[in-house]
């Protein structure tokens, strides 16, 4: 029996997936009136096969080992799913700001040699 034409090659997408894109697409509304703001230029991520533990913390020392413990101030866990997503729009979000006003160089020895350099 011959295929039918008007029938798609790929498997049709079930009503649920289905729903799920459109609920992407869909603006969440945020309430962050009562979000904690604080800065942290420590991370460390860690994990199990279930969720993702991303630990924020302030190293006062910031160039070579610390002398004191860095403390961790906040703590997000969260599922593998979201962090995959997290990733995208981190990815996206530095893209942009590199596009805007140039690469980031991650490795704090070639900034300290570049700047004394120029």
């Known amino acids: ?11 049709e997408t079930p009503p649920s997936a289905a729903s799920g894109e459109t609920q992407q697409r869909q603006r969440v509304e945020i309430d962050d009136k009562e979000a904690i703001c604080q800065y942290a230029n420590f991370c460390r991520v860690t994990g199990t096969p279930e969720e993702l533990i991303l630990d924020f913390g302030l190293n006062s020392q910031p160039y070579g ?6 403390q961790v101030k906040q703590r997000i866990v969260t599922n593998y799913y979201t962090a995959k ?14 596009q805007a006003f140039g690469v980031l160089e991650t490795d ?3 900034r300290v040699i570049s700047k004394q350099q120029g």
């Not at 029996?1 to 498997?11: L, V």
């Open 108 to 110: 704090v020895q070639k």
């Open 85 to 98: 997503r997290m990733l995208q729009a981190l990815h996206l979000s530095v893209q942009r700001h590199e």
């Open 65 to 70: 080992v610390p002398t004191e413990p860095v």
């Open 1 to 11: 029996m011959p295929d039918d034409p008007k029938k798609p090659d790929t498997p």
